[in-house]
């Protein structure tokens, strides 16, 4: 069998060419990093979670009418993804004040926000991806105007979806990244939620309890992040109710 291409290797997920002209196949990982890199560790078993989950929510999201570069999952860490030319820019919604925003403003963490807030940052690592306004996205050509209104327009469908499913299941969703990019269709372009979605990129506190349920665990130091993510997915009833950790084997797929 021939070798695959590898066309990018990030720090939770490597991408390699797909099988069809447009499809890249991407592969997670069980690397966790936080601050930037300055914390890394692996995870067993953190990128099979990660795959079910983000699969879970993107079909999810693709079934309601919400576009996502997600084909497929193909195996235990690895999921058919369309290709995409990525928007640089971090979309992050917040419903309640947490991480960065609360040490921006000095809001208690927790505290509602008076509606969902939408900030941008620009994906650079070596600038610490850097929050950014819509007067530099569109003075530096990052993304249109209409770009710019689209993104956010699918950011708070992606919220309410999220939200609705966390709360179904005892979790309140504080915050979450989402990366966009754009898919061109005969003379038409069309925005689609790409990357991930998976309590890597999300802040999700028990409701009940508040304890945390996502890397805000690694971060933090607050105990076992597979413990979490486990929880996360056996709730929301991707994974069987087993009481061990995920194990590497194929049992875990239905
Ligand atoms: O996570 P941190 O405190 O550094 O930054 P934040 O701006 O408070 O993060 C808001 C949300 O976006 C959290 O759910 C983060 O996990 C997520 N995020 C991410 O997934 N990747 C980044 N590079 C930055 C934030």
């Not at 929301?236 to 239905?254: D, E, I």
Request: include cysteine; charged fraction near 30%.
């Amino acid at each position: 069998m021939a070798r695959r291409r590898l066309i990018y290797e990030g720090k939770a997920k490597i991408l390699y060419e797909g099988p069809e002209p447009d499809t890249l196949i991407q592969y997670f990982k069980d690397d966790a990093t936080a601050f930037n890199a300055e914390k890394k560790a692996t995870i067993d078993g953190k990128g099979v979670l990660n795959n079910r989950l983000s699969e879970h929510f993107m079909t999810g999201l693709n079934s309601i009418g919400v576009p996502t570069h997600f084909i497929k999952r193909l195996n235990m860490r690895e999921q058919l993804i369309r290709s995409v030319e990525m928007i640089p820019l971090e979309v992050i919604v917040r419903n309640f004040a947490a991480g960065t925003l609360s040490k921006r403003l000095g809001l208690p963490e927790g505290q509602q926000m008076p509606r969902p807030i939408i900030e941008f940052c620009y994906k650079d690592d070596s600038l610490g991806d850097p929050l950014v306004t819509e007067e530099h996205i569109a003075a530096f050509g990052w993304a249109s105007q209409q770009d710019l209104d689209d993104m956010i327009a699918l950011s708070l469908r992606v919220n309410d979806f999220l939200s609705g499913m966390f709360l179904g299941v005892g979790i309140r969703l504080v915050d979450f990244k989402i990366e966009i990019g754009r898919v061109i269709e005969g003379d038409f372009q069309r925005l689609v939620i790409a990357d991930e979605i998976s309590p890597d990129s999300c802040r999700l506190w028990d409701i009940e309890t508040g304890r945390k349920l996502d890397k805000d665990v690694f971060r933090q130091d607050l105990g076992d992040l597979g413990d979490a993510y486990t929880e996360v997915a056996k709730r929301l009833g991707v994974m069987p109710r087993t009481n061990g950790k995920p194990a590497a084997g194929p049992k875990l797929v239905n």
